[in-house]
């Protein structure tokens, strides 16, 4: 909500302060205030000028010499090169000497003749020309005729202001209102408020030609206005300057009218060409299914049900709260209007604009509810406006149907209670005089309860605690002291999931990984392009931010490839990331129950992998690295795991590896498959997924320490040719299984397959550790051992490689 300083004046005194420290109370009492700016851009010396003569300039075909009348004795001579300047036109005139926001104007000789000034365009004295008409971007800026010769352009366009821009939090719709906003800083300031009387000249008498039928409950109050012999016309240049500062674009005095009151009073209002509305009949109703209308952007709709119409006896003329008809727009040719002001369904008007991805101010204010006193003030401030500039004459009196009598909100309060719970003493008598500020009714029923009435402008205030947290912003959160908390505090520490979690975030990060975060809703599009178009199940979001965030994530690769591919793009092409983070799966659609929802860990490994340095750049990423990394964490974390080949969707089928514990699958590791890479437009990689609730499960028991071996052990190198479809952790089982008392640790260090090494066959290098506690161990003893391991390994078709 942008909020004009000169415009709050006219309701409150703010002689005292400049709009700076409006700002700084605004924010200090919980309504926050982003910027200031102010609306003259440094403009000086440019003042109204009327165009007297203008005739070709002698030396240049596009430019002209015009004498102008500037209030200061005789007229200037100004050479200009716009084409829509004109004899009688009114324009902003900068005198020799005047500042310009990107120049200053001194005398100047163009082609020979001399020039005393500048005739000013609508950007070259700073306007916002995006949301200026086509015809005031193109040449001069044109004033309106009656604007008096000579009197500063500052003075003249209201530019003597200054603009503060709220960021309202949702709760505070009443402040989308210039009332509002005042009504905010007359409690804040304890000033009186001095508003003109609304429906002065807006109202009439006697009967309507409009007749109204309310057919659906999403419409609770319609009222209705008909305005005879209105015609197109500028609405005057002050309004067209308020709503500029507010960032809406002028159009016509009807048009401008009805977006004035809506930022004064903060109604929305529309206008309906009356002789488009079939038997002058107006129908609220609700959308029937594939009805169609094209609305005033030029876009034709598909209505339904779910959206709450504006219709005469034939058609729908326009989207309640959100957009009219084309079919009933006013025109050139209208004289005769329907002037609207409504109660809308805010759930309502809120899903059709979301729906239709139509946003706007109007809607804005109808989705968080209007205040419902405000209605007839808004219709007649608005007629009044309409007669006055577009001409015309109010013909009956308002139609109104409908019954939104509202209660105003009774809210029993226990002053103690609201001091306990700010930790400060608020006398009685101030905490009633703050709510006497605020326009609330205080009903006194006790010294200890009273009943506290809320106006119906304030729709966020419906508990005890907000009427407290009102005490609380007007007493001023500054007075309220700063205290310890008080309590039992009890000794903290992290559960054992935090632990784990925290062990591999950081060992992760020192093996060279990037912590990413990514999205935890995402396109379900991404499901299909990991798994070839096959549908899998996923929670669709009722509301989504965007139809890129529409579905919780079943697996946080895409995110993983996501972020990859934007680093490629960029070329960098040795990418180590990953991610902590949930996933959810449904336990069935339609969903009935929560979903399982399981925290995991995936990585994702790009280009080379390792460490760099002088002579070295890390070796190229393959399955091995990947599989090193997840055996790595969870060795690290006293994890035993296996690696069992499987396949998943998104990896390639034939490198691609199932882990592990205790016969339960815990996460995936593998490459990723090639037409992923090539969805994703990245190199060759590799993933890995571990399962948290699965890492916890597999944690050992209780840690045993052994004290340092005080015996030297004795290291061989065992070279194995073995089946090329047995897998290396079976020769591994087998070997710790008959290698004696004395192995203390086994390591797989090579696995070879060409030259040398027999069709069908592999060669597996591994490297065994003897040891004994109590002694020395001889070479004799290590061979014998291994002998007798190695007759083992033969009688399981294991065979030495040097055989």
Same mark, same amino acid.
């Given at each position: ?134 015809d005031q971007t193109e040449g001069l800026y044109v004033l309106p005729p009656d604007s008096p010769i000579g009197k500063d352009i500052v003075d003249v366009l209201g530019w003597d202001d200054a603009v503060l821009e709220l960021d309202l939090t949702p709760n505070r719709s009443d402040c989308l209102s210039m009332v509002g906003v005042a009504h905010e800083l007359s ?38 206005? /008909? ?401 090193? /990394? ?6 690290? @974390?006293? /994890? ?107 390591? @797989? ?43 083992? @390994? ?10």
């Open positions: 909500m942008k909020v004009s300083y000169r415009w709050l004046q006219e309701w409150i005194d703010l002689d005292d302060l400049s709009p700076e420290e409006v700002a700084e109370l605004l924010t200090r009492h919980g309504v926050a205030v982003e910027t200031v700016r102010q609306l003259n851009p440094g403009l000086s010396q440019v003042v109204v000028g009327e165009v007297l003569e203008v005739r070709p300039h002698p030396e240049a075909d596009r430019l002209r010499v015009c004498r102008v009348d500037v209030g200061r004795g005789d007229p200037l001579q100004i050479v200009c090169g716009a084409p829509n300047a004109a004899p009688g036109m009114r324009v902003p005139t900068a005198l020799v000497g005047a500042t310009l926001p990107e120049t200053t104007i001194g005398e100047a000789v163009f082609r020979g003749v001399a020039s005393q000034g500048m005739l000013c365009s609508a950007k070259e004295i700073g306007m916002e020309v995006r949301l200026l008409p086509k409690a804040i300031l304890d000033r009186p408020l001095k508003f003109p009387d609304w429906t002065e000249g807006g109202v009439a008498e006697g009967p309507s030609p409009v007749r109204i039928t309310l057919e659906t409950p999403l419409c609770r109050r319609y009222m209705a206005q /008909v305005i005879d012999g209105a015609r197109q016309a500028s609405s005057p240049l002050w309004m067209q300057m308020r709503l500029l500062a507010a960032g809406i674009r002028p159009i016509d005095a009807i048009v401008d009218a009805t977006n004035y009151v809506m930022l004064e009073l903060g109604q929305p209002l529309h206008a309906f060409d009356f002789d488009q509305v079939k038997g002058g009949h107006i129908r609220v109703r609700t959308g029937h299914p594939g009805e169609r209308l094209r609305t005033l952007d030029g876009v034709e709709r598909t209505l339904d049900p779910s959206m709450i119409v504006i219709a005469d006896e034939a058609r729908a003329i326009g989207l309640a709260g959100v957009m009219g008809g084309e079919n009933s727009e006013i025109t050139a040719s209208t004289t005769r209007i329907v002037l609207e002001s409504a109660w809308f369904d805010p759930v309502s008007v809120r899903r059709t604009a979301r729906h239709l991805g139509l946003r706007s101010e109007a809607g804005l204010r109808f989705e968080k509810g209007v205040n419902p006193e405000m209605l007839p003030l808004a219709l007649a401030r608005a007629s009044r406006f309409i007669t006055a500039h577009a001409g015309g004459r109010l013909v009956g009196a308002p139609v109104d149907k409908g019954d939104l009598h509202e209660e105003r909100k009774k809210i029993v309060l226990r002053p103690d209670k609201v001091n306990e719970w700010l930790g400060v003493k608020v006398e009685p008598g101030e905490m009633e005089r703050i709510f006497e500020r605020l326009g609330f009714a205080v009903d006194r029923w006790d010294m200890r309860t009273w009943q506290v009435e809320v106006p119906s402008r304030r729709r966020d205030i419906s508990r005890e605690i907000d009427l407290a947290e009102e005490v609380a912003r007007l007493h001023g959160y500054d007075n309220i002291p700063a205290t310890m908390p008080e309590g039992r505090v009890t000794a903290a520490g992290r559960t054992l999931p935090q632990r784990v979690r925290g062990a591999i975030r950081r060992f992760l990060t020192d093996l060279g990984f990037f912590e990413v975060w990514t999205y935890t809703l995402q396109n379900p599009s991404v499901i299909g392009r990991l798994n070839e178009g096959r549908s899998q199940e996923y929670l669709a979001v009722l509301h989504p931010m965007s139809e890129e965030r529409t579905a919780l994530r079943t697996t946080l690769l895409p995110g993983l490839l996501d972020a990859a591919a934007y680093n490629v793009r960029r070329d960098q092409r040795e990418i180590a990331i990953y991610e902590i983070g949930r996933v959810f799966h449904p336990r069935g659609l339609p969903v009935t129950n929560l979903p399982e929802e399981r925290e995991q860990v995936g990585a994702l490994i790009l280009g080379r992998f390792g460490p760099h340095g002088i002579g070295w750049e890390g070796r190229p990423a393959d399955f091995y690295a990947a599989k090193g /990394v997840a055996a790595a964490v969870l060795e690290r @974390l006293g /994890v035993q795991a296996d690696f069992v080949p499987g396949v998943r969707e998104g990896l390639h089928p034939g490198r691609t590896a199932q882990i592990q514990v205790n016969g339960g699958k815990i996460g995936w590791v593998g490459a990723l498959h090639p037409e992923v890479e090539e969805r994703w437009g990245i190199p060759k990689g590799y993933y890995i997924e571990l399962d948290m609730q699965g890492i916890v499960k597999g944690l050992p028991g209780a840690t045993t320490y052994r004290p340092l071996p005080r015996y030297p052990g004795i290291l061989r190198d065992l070279a194995l040719l073995v089946p090329r479809e047995r897998a290396a952790r079976e020769v591994e089982a087998g070997i710790r299984e008959s290698g004696g008392p004395w192995l203390e640790n086994l390591e @797989l260090f090579d696995v070879y397959e060409g030259a040398q090494v027999p069709p069908g066959y592999k060669s597996l290098a591994f490297r065994l550790s003897y040891r004994a506690e109590e002694r020395t161990l001889t070479d004799e003893e290590v061979n014998d051992a291994l002998r007798r391991l190695i007759d083992t @390994l033969r009688e399981r078709g294991v065979q030495l490689r040097s055989e």
